[in-house]
């Protein structure tokens, strides 16, 4: 595909969209038990801010979530930390807090109401 000279427009924002099961229940694990605050409420999909310019959007579609092959990473420095939250509020836990040599980095994985996988990472650099 050939752009011939043409700039390359500005990308200013990001965005991932999830369809989930029950809005209200994703919601809760994502703007209450993450607290990732709500950007905007449309209605039947919710916007929250992670970090900076990036999204994370959730849209109830019933019998349209499709969680494998999706990992949702949030990176912060207090992967034990999020742990214990996560543990206490009784989340699935898919993996305990461990090093991963191979991409120089430590984390842990969870399950969201809806199946997606979840990981809170911090990198060793």
Same mark, same amino acid.
């Given at each position: ?26 919601? +809760? ?10 950007? @905007? ?29 999706? @990992? ?12 214990? +939250?996560?543990?206490?509020?009784? @989340? ?11 991409? +120089? ?21």
């Amino acid at each position: 595909m050939s752009t011939g000279d043409a700039p390359i427009p500005p990308i200013g924002e990001f965005i991932t969209f999830l369809y989930v099961e029950d809005l209200e229940r994703s919601d +809760r694990f994502y703007g209450g038990l993450l607290g990732l605050p709500l950007v @905007i409420d449309q209605g039947g999909c919710r916007v929250f801010r992670v970090a900076g310019e990036a999204y994370l959007g959730i849209c109830e579609r019933p019998g349209q979530c499709q969680p494998d092959g999706l @990992i949702v990473t949030f990176v912060s420095p207090d992967v034990d930390d999020w742990h214990r +939250r996560l543990v206490a509020a009784g @989340i699935a836990v898919e993996q305990e807090p461990a090093d991963n040599d191979t991409y +120089r980095l430590y984390h842990a994985f969870y399950r969201d109401p809806d199946g997606y996988l979840v990981e809170i990472q911090r990198f060793w650099d």
